[in-house]
T-cell receptor, first 112, second 113 residues
Framework: DAGVIQSPRHEVTEMGQEVTLRCKPI?????LFWYRQTMMRGLELLIY????????DSGMPEDRFSAKMPNASFSTLKIQPSEPRDSAVYFC??????????FGPGTRLLVL | GDSVTQMEGPVTLSEEAFLTINCTYT??????LFWYVQYPGEGLQLLLK?????DKGSNKGFEATYRKETTSFHLEKGSVQVSDSAVYFC????????????FGAGTRLAVHP
């Protein structure tokens, strides 16, 4: 079975540019999570969805960040405009009815 | 608030040595506890979990026991291999239908031949 799929795997962009990260959850999973991993702050939950509806976005750092889930098989995390401090690894995870979350391979973002 | 504290790394061991990575937590109620592993360049994988006091999670030779009295969930392995080199994260989810995984800072393990 395919796991959580994220794209791109690596992204290098310049400050001020828009960045869009993509995630395809495991089929049948009704929860989707976006995390950010940095050396300074570790792993942080940014937002999560249940049945395509955003439930908790309290971890989204500021208005420059937005996330959508237009259907059960696709989600995006957008940063506009991007800043160097947004450089991090962004993970998507999904889960079904249990507690175990399954993580994607991550997108490594570098903002110059 | 809820939190997880892990021993700082890196932990450097020789192959076949005994491994312990300490993890303690603070949480309301009776959380579920997890160990995730992150190999270089990859996402996190669930290694093991325990959902109630005195439960022991185990997988791939790793074990951890949910100790409510000491609020701990220490990870152990009797004989590590070079392939175990990775970053290990302890995490919890608060009981009562919460969905937010709270992670520790991670502990890097390096195993040398």
């Amino acid at each position: 079975d395919a796991g959580v799929i994220q794209s791109p795997r690596h992204e290098v962009t310049e400050m001020g540019q828009e960045v869009t990260l993509r995630c395809k959850p495991i089929s049948g999973h009704d929860y989707l999570f976006w995390y950010r991993q940095t050396m300074m702050r570790g792993l942080e939950l940014l937002i999560y969805f249940n049945n395509n509806v955003p439930i908790d976005d309290s971890g989204m750092p500021e208005d420059r960040f937005s996330a959508k889930m237009p259907n059960a098989s696709f989600s995006t995390l957008k940063i506009q405009p991007s800043e160097p401090r947004d450089s991090a690894v962004y993970f998507c995870a999904s889960r079904a009815g249990g507690e175990t979350q399954y993580f994607g391979p991550g997108t490594r973002l570098l903002v110059l | 608030g809820d939190s997880v504290t892990q021993m700082e790394g890196p932990v450097t061991l020789s192959e076949e040595a005994f491994l312990t990575i300490n993890c303690t937590y603070t949480a309301t109620g009776y959380p579920s506890l997890f160990w995730y592993v992150q190999y270089p360049g990859e996402g996190l994988q669930l290694l093991l979990k325990a959902t109630k006091a005195d439960d022991k999670g185990s997988n791939k030779g790793f074990e951890a026991t949910y100790r409510k009295e000491t609020t701990s969930f220490h990870l152990e392995k009797g004989s590590v291999q070079v392939s175990d080199s990775a970053v290990y994260f302890c995490a919890l989810i608060r009981s009562g239908g919460y969905n937010k995984l709270i992670f520790g800072a991670g502990t890097r393990l390096a195993v040398h031949p």
